[in-house]
């Protein structure tokens, strides 16, 4: 029994009573048309009969003891009533108890009269995933149609809230089931575990979220094996296990390929940094050749990091240090130039940055923010009367930065950041204009996570930022603005198509997903966040995310299958597997096991004649229709164009290379900016200042003094 339970039981005696013959008056009912409101309360000791001969068990000898509202005559509530007509029932019901712990104890009361729960259907199949305590449901399809539910779970005011969801749902129709939504249930929230509204805050009372989730998706596939459907095709998947890596499915089989990599390659490539000092620093959308290389690479040398972009250059200064003569990148050219630029600034002139190809190595958000609309959208935030500040996404030129900072005051953002730089920036400058840029996306997705804070308490806003309440978000709302033409090729495929296969078949995952992908998916992700089931913001969020809940399901220390929509690029399984399977090795005789999903169709790759199934050493995988981009018109997308020219063969040849004595390197060399802004001052001068104005953010959550003045006096400078 859970601690929580215990505290309960300890106060039992004084909210139950011993009754042999418990008179019952209804908690709450439907009232006739012409009833008039109640006008006075009474207490009584009373409990729900037809939640009791829903779930077929006798009545306890302790009844409840609660305050309820006197009413007129009232209809009866059967079995065969409507779902709509249960659920209104019990909300009134348990709006009726205003102390929480008298929720909590309704709760263990309806715990007790569950219907008993066959031990062989207490399998890993039917775990419903999400919850702190393991909680498991059966779902059958009757002759008539009508779904039927039992549930079960080691946590009896879990097992509460699983009575009263079998009671609304057992005997409805497949319809009835699908049109019930999470938000329905918000106002059976149980405050009182944790000190905050466990509908959206506690991990327990996520159960009415979670366990709803699980019960609608296996009716949808009762529902489409009773009319002999298919259901739509799986995603590819990886499960990570104690005992070893599965792939399902043609692409996942291309990325488990370079999970274990070639021996040769390694060492080759470990001589080389060895030998030469050189360090490397990568992006988490590598190649998986590229990563599984390095991954295993790096703990032979440690001057290697794979991360997000904005930690890449830090790792290059670190090196630097270290005593490292060259840095190689991998990722795109802006990634190259900011590691050049802030090595200069970090005094580091004489350390090499090279970059991958001699070929322009670009980016989608990097070019919108480069074009003339741009351009035309930062005069246009310079021209208004009150002050403005521009928010640039880190994924952007140094000369973009260099130019726009000279147009509008501006800083750096991450997807992990974006959202309090802004909050702090509208809470520091009153009347403050922001505008954000350039993914397109990622500006819908803030200004719709202010809309929805601003039906949010003021505590619950406070949680996300100190300085705001619900008066401060709505006002802040008309002074946001954000482009409107600047997408990320690899994100902007996670459509609709994508979303309505994540709804039909992974509903009950864990749900993760980039800041930049479409509002669509950008909800779906938002709305598993509130129950306790998603994340949304940098692919370091996300890893973060996936190790949290892959330990905490091993604490639990119970068979567990965890799944994960992987929405970002699929470079980041390589780091998820690592990382996964440290956390399997350092818990002796794990069941959990974790199955990573890429929500890519079957079109998004095509394998060569060469392949022979299941000979992962003989598998030639292309990913793209026939582009060789990675991405299907059907929706997904599976790797980056660009990143992908960031190959293994390149890496080994800039590093046999180094030092570059004959100029064979000059292509590859991420030169330093010696050209001029608009008003005469250097690039790389400019252009490092917005980042320096985020790492001070970072460092003291408030802006830079000196920000804040370019804010108010723009012209001074």
Known sequence: MDSATLSIRAAHSSFFCNSPNPKFTPVFSNPKPASPPPTSLRCTNSQNPHLSSAIHQKPTSNSLFSCSAVTSQTDKITASAPTKTKLHLLIQEFQSLLEPVDRVKRLLHYAELLSPFQDSMRTTENRVPGCTAQVWLNVELDDDHKLRF?????????????????????????????????????????????????????????????????????????????????????????????????????????QAKFLSPDEVKIEELVNLLEEKKIGIVAHFYMDPEVQGVLTAAKKLWPHIHISDSLVMADSAVAMAKAGCKFITVLGVDFMSENVRAILDQAGFTEVGVYRMSNERIGCSLADAAASPMYMDYLAEAASVSSPSLHVVYINTSLETKAFAHEVVPTITCTSSNVVQTILQAFSEVPNLNVWYGPDTYMGANIMELFRQMTVMSDEEIANVHPKHNRSSIKSLIPRLHYFQDGTCIVHHLFNHEVVGQINEMYCDAFLTAHFEVPGEMFSLAMEAKRRGMGVVGSTQNILDFIKERVKESLDRNVDDHLQFILGTESGMVTSIVSEVRKLLKSYDGAKVSVEIIFPVSSESVTQTPSGEAGDFSKLAVIPGVTSGEGCSLHGGCASCPYMKMNSLSSLLKVCQSLPDEKDKLSAYEAGRFSLQTPNGKLIADVGCEPILHMRHFQATKRLPEKLIQQILHPRSD
Not at 154 to 172: H, N, P, Q, R, Y
């Open 150 to 254: 039992s549930a079960d779970s080691d946590s009896e005011i879990t097992k509460g809230f699983c009575a009263c969801l079998v009671w609304m749902l057992d005997g409805a129709t497949p319809d009835e089931v699908l049109a019930l939504k999470t938000e329905d249930l918000g106002a059976l929230s149980v405050v009182g575990l944790n000190g905050k509204r466990a509908g959206y805050s506690s991990s327990r009372a996520n159960t009415w979220h979670n366990v709803l989730m699980s019960m609608q998706k296996r009716t949808k596939a009762l529902v489409a094996e009773r009319e002999g459907r298919p259901r739509g095709k799986p995603f590819p998947s990886l499960v990570v296990s104690a005992d070893g890596i599965q792939a399902k499915g043609s692409y996942a089989k291309a």
